[in-house]
């Protein structure tokens, strides 16, 4: 019995450990267009994940400059990932077509829109939950923005307040590194 147990308890912590590793590029979202997406697609890349909303105080500068920084810098070395969310304030009260349609005919994003979903609470969004755990940081309002790094890991996480002319230069640093690192690989 004791030798099952022992097995058991291996197995058990195993498969913890195997939970732990996960990243953000191991999840799979919903788009806008309501098609499966896996993030793996992102792996390789600098991302920036914000829960966006479309009524917001913060929704003027931070889309036009969420905009920029896709233009500059992605999509090769570099993206945008948009999760709409309603949770704070109501802000977000469109469905997820009047959403992109709103998003890309007023500010021109070009970058992904996933599905509305919830980012904190009991019914958060899995690749949410993981981004409050690594981060330990939980949004309190529209336009929390978490950078990922190549590894689907979190580098950092900063409020609506922040501004993403802010963190530009972090982000800037992050992407001529990649480049430099896949110059040298050639």
Same mark, same amino acid.
């Given at each position: ?19 732990? !590793?996960?990243?953000?590029? /191991?999840? $799979?979202?919903?788009? @806008?267009?309501? %098609?499966? +997406? ?51 304030? !109501?802000?977000?009260?469109? /469905?997820? $077509?009047?959403?992109? @349609?709103?998003? %890309?005919? +007023? ?67 992050? +992407? ?11």
């Amino acid at each position: 019995m004791g030798t099952i147990l022992r097995a058991l308890t291996l197995l058990t912590l195993s498969c913890l450990a195997e939970a732990k !590793q996960k990243d953000f590029y /191991s999840f $799979k979202v919903v788009n @806008s267009r309501g %098609r499966l +997406v896996s993030l793996e697609k992102y792996r390789g890349s600098v991302s920036l994940v914000v829960n966006v909303a479309s009524e917001c105080g913060y929704t003027d500068e931070h889309y036009k400059d969420l905009q920029q920084l896709q233009k500059d810098f992605g999509p090769f070395h570099f993206n945008v990932l948009a999760f709409p969310c309603n949770q704070f304030g !109501q802000q977000e009260p469109g /469905s997820d $077509k009047e959403i992109d @349609s709103f998003v %890309r005919r +007023v500010y021109g994003v070009s970058f992904p829109i996933f599905s509305k979903i919830a980012v904190v609470g009991i019914g958060a969004n899995n690749a949410y939950k993981y981004l409050v755990e690594a981060s330990r940081k939980e949004p309190t309002w529209n336009f929390w923005k978490y950078l990922i790094d190549t590894d689907g890991k979190v580098v950092d996480a900063w409020g609506p307040d922040v501004s993403v002319k802010e963190i530009r230069p972090r982000i800037a640093d992050m +992407v001529r590194k990649l480049i430099i690192k896949r110059k040298e690989e050639l």
